[in-house]
């Protein structure tokens, strides 16, 4: 990645100073890593950033500017870089986003701190410094949150992540898919389960072409040529029945006397499936009756080809062996109950949807369950020209429903666009001040990284950092009015008006994140190659 990640290890020498050498070639160690990864980061940052291609060993390509995939797909030699970047993919899992901001702030805070330990400064001291400046930044945070949740302000949220992503044509897309899809599967006073979204991928069209579907999308067909392609107006039934021959699970040997006895043996064994066949078509019948209303019936065990037929005969689409997860998702999305057996089936088991069909392309098959009255889980359908463009849009679609569900949990959001850095590096500007001792050198080192985040974002979009933070430091008069970057211009504008908004959780997550992992870093006065002992006797 740079030479600071391919340094080598330092080695203990035989002189009088070995101890002042060694403290100061371990510091070197980390800051050089962590500024090393961050370079590769930095031009990452924001909807104005660049694409870095991933090179697999058989040649596979991907094209990204997602930090956690980065992170995630490179192979890190160096120990303080890898470390660096768990902890960055970390942060994804808890929050869904933040991994770029995170590598940059740790790159910048030991950056920042190196100034002042190489003129004499502890790291001890700084580390103390550090750990106030995160209390003051947390302060503020709480100060700038801005308590939202309407429709428009998840819609800003999730525009802001995903623009970070993807393009903004495709982004401006996802936004409201993903915004609808959280507001169908949300229950009041229950937790957000992002499981009940399906994310289902079609290589089919294009990126745009992308859409909600209010319903299920499953990647199997029915499985006989005559059951019916589309129906409307459908009764659903979901059930966990085996309606195919079985033989019995436990070894045994029949003897017969005659043909005719074997001839009803095998009658007994088909009738039992029959019968149970039989159940459906009477139910079928019940609710239909002459109406030209459809019926699908969709099985997580086997049906075998004479139920398939005999369904087929009465016009009932039979789907077999559906996913376990999807059985759970289409009692939530048309209603009704699943059932484990036929003995008492009723009416009020059965689901509804205004819409059944199935489409072909190439040589799968897809079924679409759509239309459903009130849809407690849906189906985000990715559709792109090729797996690139999918696996694209899938990750970026995985965070922008994390930044809407953070957005529903939180109650509140945080002004983008560089704000909140700005408003934590004037906070702690005038915090300094009231900080006795040499700590407040780390507060300063503290305030200086902040700056990291509007100056990459400055420099990616084309414009001069130093002249865009002197704009944004002049306009920022106090926490009701948070000044960012307007990236097209490069002048300072109001983040909170433009519908600018970042999550609070990953705000909080980064501050406490990246102090902690610094403070740690640059308080290691010694690495060595640990191993397993070499005096064996």
Known sequence: LSSGINAEWPLRPGNPKAEVARAAQALDLNISAAMGLQDVLRTNLGPKGTMKMLVGGAG????????????????????TASLIARVATAQDDITGDGTTSNVLIIGELLKQAKVYISDGLHPRVAAEGFD?????????????????CSRDDLINVARTSLRTKVKSQVADLLTEIIVDAILAIKKEGEPLDLHMVEIMS???????????????VMDHGARHPDMPKKVSDAFILTCNVSLEYEKSEVNSGFFYKSAEEREKLVKAERAFCDDKVQQIIDLKRAVVGNSDK???????????????????REGI??????????????????GGTAVNSFDDLKPENLGHAGLFYEHVLGDDKYSFIEECDNPQSVTILIKGPNKHTITQIKDAVR??????????????????????????????????????GKQRLGVQAFADAMLIIPKCLAQNSGHDAQECLVKMLQEHTGLDKCVGLDLVTGEAMYPA????????????????????????????DEVMRAGMSSLKG
Request: one cysteine or more; proline letters at 2%.
């Open 294 to 312: 459809g019926f699908v019936v969709i099985n997580q065990k086997g049906v075998d080809p004479n139920s398939l037929d005999a369904l087929a």
């Open 399 to 436: 965070d922008g429903l994390r930044a809407v569900k953070n957005a529903v949990e939180d109650q509140m959001v945080v002004p983008g666009a560089g704000a909140f850095e700005i408003a934590v590096y004037q906070a702690l500007q005038e915090y300094k001040n009231e900080v006795r």
């Open 202 to 216: 079609m290589e089919h069209k294009t990126e745009m072409d992308t859409r909600l579907v209010k319903g299920l």
């Open 317 to 334: 689409v039979a789907l077999r062996r559906a996913k376990r997860r999807n059985m759970e998702r289409i009692v939530l999305a048309c």
């Open 60 to 79: 596979d390509i991907k094209i990204t500017k997602d930090g956690n995939v980065l992170l995630h797909e490179m192979q890190i030699q160096h120990p």
């Open 132 to 148: 106030l400046a995160k209390k003051k930044a947390l302060q503020v945070l709480e100060e700038m949150s801005v308590k939202k």
């Open 497 to 524: 008006e433009a519908g600018i908004w970042d999550n609070y959780c990953v705000k909080k997550q980064l501050i406490n994140s990246c102090t902690v992992i610094s403070s740690n870093l640059l308080i290691v």
